[in-house]
Structures are given as C-alpha cells and as structure tokens.
C-alpha cells in the first residue's frame, strides 16, 4: 500500500518548494513567531523559542537518544498559557508525531488559537512534541555526522524500530501515565506499523490518526496522479544521494521537470492539487516557508515510493 496522507503532504511540500523556484509575492502583514518586542526569534534558537514561548506557554527543549544512537529534539509544553496552578503529574500526555518532509513546528504555523500543541495544552494536556532523525532540530548522532552518508542509512523502518519506541519511553517514564498519540501522514503508518506488531500497546492511551494510510490510486485530481508518479518513476535516480534535501540541487532539478509537463501550472500549484482551500493564505505559506520542507533519507523516500499502487 502506498499511504495517500504521505503522498498527498509530499506533493504539497514539493508544490511550497516550487513557490521557493518560481515567483511568489507573500503578504507583508506575517507576524507569527515574533516576541513582545516585535521581533521575529531565530528559527535556529529552537522551536520552543520561536513558536512556543512568543505566544505565553512554557515550553522546555528535550533531546531523547534512540538504541541506534540518533539525538531526536523533542518539545514539551506542559501547561496553557492561562494555568500555572495544575500539578502536570496528574495531566495526560500526548505526543504529536509530524509526517515526511517536515518536522514538530508544522504543527506550529498558525495562531495559538488555531495550532493543535497549544490548543490541547489550554484543554489540559500535556503535550510532547516529536522530531523523526534527520530534521534540523534532529541532525545529531553519538558517532555520526550529517555529512557521513552512514548518517542517512534508514528509512521509516528504523523509525518505527527506534524512533518512536525512544520518544514513547522517554514520555512514559517522565509522566508515569498511558499516552495519548496524534500522527499525521508518515507518523500514522509508524504508529500502525508499531502498534501491529504489540509494541508500545502497554503505554498507549488512545490513538488519532490523521490522514492515515490509503491507496494512491484513491487520488483523484490529475495533479495528485501525475506528481505522484512522476515523483515515484524520478525518485530512483536520486538513490546515489544519502539525504533527501528538498531545497538541494538535485530535488531542484526534478521539481523543474515536473513543472514542464503542461498539464501542471507552477503558479497555482495548490488550488490545482486541493481545489480552492478556504485556509490556505499567502501568510501560511510564507511561514511554511520560513520552516519547512525538511531532509529526510533518499533510503526513506525510496522506500515509500516503492509501496505504489495504480489502476
């Protein structure tokens, strides 16, 4: 099975990419992300620091190391921005699981009214927010470095195997509570692959699953279908490469080639692949800019690729 959730969010992060590619005029009136004097906070400093505190909640900055040796961020909002007065012991925790191509601030783009951390934090959850290996807050090893392609040797396998058992345990041994999961995209097959299996079942609380896996061939703009299989017919020519960069040169010179097929527009590119999006403005998508996409492994990208299913 090829997962639709995964597809559809990669050929939306290859459409952002393109905006990077071809003309985009953003709105001027973006102010998500800066702190009480104005400022926007250096996205370096930390998605706690630029996403979370800006807004009034106490974030703290985590790292979880996994039996393989990857240093994963991981993002704790223990409380609303109106509370202050809850024991966070008696809390439930939740644990939200990003999907390929991007990290833990995708769940971060909006207002604080609209952003899922800081909405549950204010209903009383305490929220953990997760960083799969190889995204920018996730680019340590305890022998490897990023430059070594023995760094990118994984694909969403090793994920389920290490990754998400590290963040589960990690969580559970600091809450002492069952766990609450929100995956999206590629953190829903993880979770599935994981819970099929029986593991992490002894911690887990509930689970929400968004955009979970499906078949390609359920696609039905031809957008979504000519990327899509463009996307998995080119994929296997950037194998010599160890990181999938999608801001690289190589991830570059394919998304051009899809652009020259003329049935695709580059200049309308979302409402092509979603139709007219009610939430989609020029402000999100300058501050998806500003954050996303996100490296992964070419070895993870192959992989999903290679679980196609067309008519």
Request: proline share 5%; net charge neutral; hydrophobic share 40%.
């Amino acid at each position: 099975m090829v997962f639709l959730g995964f597809m559809q969010f990669s050929v939306l992060s290859l459409c952002f990419i393109v905006l990077t590619t071809f003309p985009y005029q953003a709105s001027s009136r973006v102010s998500f992300g800066r702190n009480q004097n104005g400022v926007n906070p250096h996205l370096d400093d930390g998605i706690c620091a630029s996403a979370v505190i800006v807004h009034g909640y106490k974030c703290q900055e985590l790292q979880v190391t996994t039996k393989d040796g990857y240093i994963l961020s991981l993002q704790r909002i223990p409380e609303g921005r109106l509370e202050g007065r809850n024991d966070v012991s008696r809390k439930q925790p939740v644990i939200l699981q990003h999907g390929v191509l991007v990290d833990g601030m995708t769940w971060l783009m909006n207002p604080p009214e609209q952003d899922l951390p800081l909405i549950l934090a204010d209903h009383g959850f305490d929220v953990w927010i997760a960083n799969t290996r190889g995204t920018r807050h996730s680019r340590r090893h305890v022998s490897l470095d990023p430059s070594n392609p023995a760094f990118w040797n994984w694909s969403w396998d090793e994920l389920v195997i290490y990754d998400l058992p590290a963040v589960f345990d990690y969580v559970f041994s600091q809450t002492g509570q069952k766990i609450n999961y929100v995956g999206h995209s590629l953190g829903t097959l993880i979770a599935l692959a994981s819970f099929s299996e029986g593991k992490l079942i002894n911690q887990l609380k509930s689970a929400a699953l968004l955009s979970p896996i499906a078949y390609l061939s359920h696609m039905n703009t031809a957008l979504g279908v000519i990327a899509a299989k463009s996307f998995i017919g080119e994929i296997t020519t950037l194998f010599g490469l160890a990181e999938f960069n999608p801001k690289g040169l190589p991830v570059d010179a394919f998304l051009k080639s899809l652009c020259a097929d003329p049935r695709i527009d580059c200049y309308d590119l979302m409402t092509a692949l979603t139709g007219k999006n009610c939430c989609l403005n020029s402000s999100t998508v300058e501050r998806f800019l500003m954050n996303e996409p996100q490296s992964t492994s070419t070895k993870n990208m192959v992989h999903l690729a290679q679980s196609k299913s067309f008519p």
